[in-house]
C-alpha cells in the first residue's frame, strides 16, 4: 500500500480554467475532469491510499456525476476539508474527513491542513507542513509546501516527490527563534 496526496483538483469547476490557465489547459472541465481523474487512475491502485488536502470538487451540476467520478477513482480516499468542499463533496463516502490531520507517512511525520501554517506541532523535529488552497501561489519552503494539482501536475504524488521538490526551494526560517523580545528578558535566578 502506498500513500498518495493531491490538492485543489477543483473536478467540475470551471472557473479554474480562467483562474490556472498556465495549469490547466484544457478546452473544457469535462477535458479537465477526464485528464485528472485519468492521471489518477494511473498512478493509484485500489490497495493505496489518497489524502486529499482539500478543494476536491466544486459546483458540480449533478451529484450524481459526482459520484459516479469519486466512485470510478481508485484507492481508499481521505479528505481535509477545503473552502470549496461543499455538502456534496461531503456526503461522498470518504474513509475520512478532517480539518486538519497529523499524520506518519514513509515514517514521516506531516502535519495536513488545507490552508498553509506559519508554524505547527514538530516544526522543530522535522515535521512537515503540506496544504492546498494557493494553487502554486504561496511560495514553499523545505519544511512546508504545496501539494496541488498546480504545482504537481493532475495526479496525486508520492511524500518522495514532494520531498525532492522541497529540496529545492529555500529552508525554513522558523518564525519561534532568533533575536525577539523573548531573548532579551532578563533570566529568572
Known sequence: MSTFLYADPHFFHASMLKFCPETRAYASVAEMNEAMASAWRRVVKPTDE????????????????????????????????????????????????????????????????????????????????????????????????????????AAPVRLNQIKAYMATLPPLVDPEVGDDIENDLPQPK
Open 50 to 153: 489518497v489524502i486529499v488536502v482539500g478543494d476536491f470538487a466544486h459546483r458540480a451540476d449533478d451529484p450524481k456525476e459526482l459520484k459516479r467520478l469519486f466512485d470510478s477513482l481508485p484507492g481508499e480516499k481521505h479528505l481535509i476539508v477545503g473552502n470549496h468542499d461543499g455538502p456534496d463533496t461531503l456526503a461522498l463516502p470518504w474513509k475520512t474527513i478532517n480539518q486538519m490531520a497529523f499524520v506518519s507517512i514513509d515514517s514521516q511525520r506531516v502535519v495536513l491542513c488545507h490552508y498553509a501554517l506559519r508554524t505547527w506541532p514538530g516544526i522543530r523535529k522535522g515535521a512537515l507542513m503540506l496544504y492546498g488552497h494557493n494553487h502554486g501561489r504561496l511560495p514553499g519552503n523545505q519544511q512546508s509546501c504545496d501539494v496541488g494539482v498546480d504545482v504537481f501536475g
